[in-house]
């Protein structure tokens, strides 16, 4: 618990010196909860998701760093490892793969690549999976594109 | 423009002395035996732990949480001199912690030879064939020396099997059998001896030979040996003999110089 707590206090501080570097992550510590944390991240250039600004909610165990943060997107994504509705994120470093060498920041940054690289061989979201699996590429841009107009840009006018 | 500051974010804890697990600075440096990579020792143990939790059976090794490589112990106590090496399939509650006086052994063979072979005489030793009566105090020695040079509780079976051999060499050489020239007996027995630890020692052997013979030479016995040497090597280590003695020498506490010269029959009066 206290190993935890400064643990996350030194992620803090770093963040705060970090936020010039790397414009594409903002992360943000709950005011009255430091094992609450939120982050905005850019979606990467030439994806679907390009221009968009998700949210991601990161739930920060008390064993924090020997067990991984829990991390759902707040913003809805169109995404073969994403569940549609949770928000739920596949991926290896969040389970299995995960390091007590990792941060908050590398996580986020882990899931900027997985937007990039999606998986279809182990999909959250089936409709996505099956587009991209079937070779639909265009069908699977087109969706993608949309739910991030609709959900992850800034409603005009 | 800001190369280096790149680098630095692309590993939070970058080059400085920052362990990646807990972010702070380290604290009892310990390094995985393959990749290196260091951590302070409470961190890497406790992500040891987690780890071999998960699958509730002994792993084999670690990955090394920054490189993924695979390792199979952690290295610490570095002292300029000597290490400890933590096993990752021994159980942490029950793995085996070296005591000062195995840590001042350990140091022992990496100073110089010859240290303290200018006080015990063994050329002496073996010409007034010394080495037919019994040393009461050889087996806790070579205990504690075997421990530490292997970093193993457990040597019983290789102090025994050392034992034996020079029994056997002994009851070979009875006082009435055919007198040779003292040295060679005493490089024959060296030589049995050597071949009989090399399987454990490698390449320490020829030194903890050596460090046998002194022992063996000095009559002394654990704790005023150990207390001569520190004296020549210059260590004060407060509190070392008695720590030495704790393990290896429990019940005889009291401290009789046993030198060989003035020893008739020893033992009279037990």
């Known amino acids: ?157 | 423009m800001n190369q280096e500051d790149d680098k630095g974010s692309s590993c939070s804890t970058g080059d400085l002395n920052l362990c990646p697990i807990c972010l702070g600075p380290i604290v009892q440096d310990s390094y995985l035996d393959k990749c290196f990579h260091k951590f302070c020792y409470t961190c890497i143990v406790q992500w040891t732990k987690v780890v071999a939790g998960k699958l509730s059976r002994p792993l084999p090794s670690v990955k090394c949480p920054l490189c993924k490589t695979e390792n199979f112990s952690i290295i610490h106590g570095y002292d300029g001199n000597s290490f400890q090496q933590h096993h990752i399939n021994q159980d942490f509650e029950h793995s085996f912690v070296l005591t000062r006086g195995h840590k001042y052994r350990l140091q022992c063979y990496y100073s110089e030879p010859g240290v303290v072979s200018d006080i015990f005489n063994a050329s002496r030793y073996w010409k007034s064939r010394k080495y037919l009566q019994p040393n009461r105090w050889l087996q806790s020695w070579l205990r504690r020396e075997i421990q530490a040079l292997m970093q193993e509780e457990d040597v019983d079976i290789i102090v025994h099997h050392i034992l034996g051999v020079i029994d056997s060499f002994v009851s070979r050489n009875e006082p009435k059998s055919h007198v040779k020239i003292p040295e060679t007996k005493g490089e024959e027995l060296k030589a049995l001896v050597s071949d009989a630890a090399r399987p454990f020692l490698g390449a320490r052997t020829d030194r903890f030979i050596n460090e046998v013979e002194l022992f063996l030479a000095s009559g002394l016995n654990i704790e005023a040996y150990d207390a001569v040497y520190m004296q020549r090597l210059g260590w004060s280590f407060p509190g070392v003999t008695s720590e030495a003695s704790e393990g290896a020498l429990s019940g005889q506490t009291t401290v009789i110089p046993y030198l060989y010269i003035f020893d008739a029959d020893s033992d009279g009066p037990d």
């Open chain 1, 1 to 157: 618990m206290q190993a935890s707590r400064a643990r996350l206090f030194k992620e803090y501080k770093e963040v705060q010196r970090e936020k010039i570097a790397d414009p594409d992550i903002q992360l943000v510590c709950d005011d009255s909860n430091i094992f609450k944390w939120t982050a905005l991240i850019k979606g990467p250039s030439e994806t679907p998701y390009e221009g968009g600004i998700f949210q991601l909610a990161f739930a920060v165990p008390e064993q924090y760093p020997l067990q991984p943060p829990q991390v759902r997107f707040l913003t809805k994504i169109f995404h073969p490892n994403v569940h549609f509705k949770t928000g739920e994120i596949c991926l290896d470093i969040l389970k299995n793969a995960w390091s007590p060498a990792w941060t908050l920041q590398s996580v986020c940054r882990a899931i900027i690549a997985l937007m990039a690289h999606p998986e279809p061989d182990s999909p959250l979201n089936c409709d996505s999976g099956n587009l991209l699996r079937s070779g639909d590429i265009r069908g699977y841009q087109s969706m993608a594109r949309m739910y991030t107009r609709l959900a992850a840009m800034p409603k005009k006018g």
